[in-house]
């Protein structure tokens, strides 16, 4: 078996991973309030509705539809994982590279 020695460039390399790290912009403040936030708020005011719905929904339907209900239902518990992930996406947000 051969092996092969590659040569590499620390300075193309260290440039290419500063490239592919994700840039901070508002529109990625916007998606961390829109995926994260937004559905708990909603769930926390409609949780009721949304179980209800989905329970009616569940009642009236068939095989594998009426496990899709039975799981859409917990739509309208509040996840508090998603609230805690959220927050750490902000404090990542806002924090300040270290240079």
Do not use: C
């Not at 179980?51 to 996840?79: H, I, P, T």
């Amino acid at each position: 078996m051969r092996r092969y020695k590659i040569k590499i460039n620390q300075e193309k390399l260290e440039h290419l991973k500063n490239q592919l790290k994700p840039g901070k912009s508002y529109l990625a403040l916007v998606g961390i309030i829109v995926f994260f936030f937004i559905p708990e708020v909603i769930a926390f005011f409609y949780g009721e509705e949304i179980r209800a719905f989905f329970q009616a929904k569940e009642d009236s339907a068939l095989g594998v539809s009426k496990l899709l209900y039975k799981e859409l239902k917990s739509l309208g518990e509040n996840s508090f994982f998603n609230i805690a992930l959220g927050f750490v996406f902000v404090i990542w947000f806002f924090k300040e590279r270290k240079k």
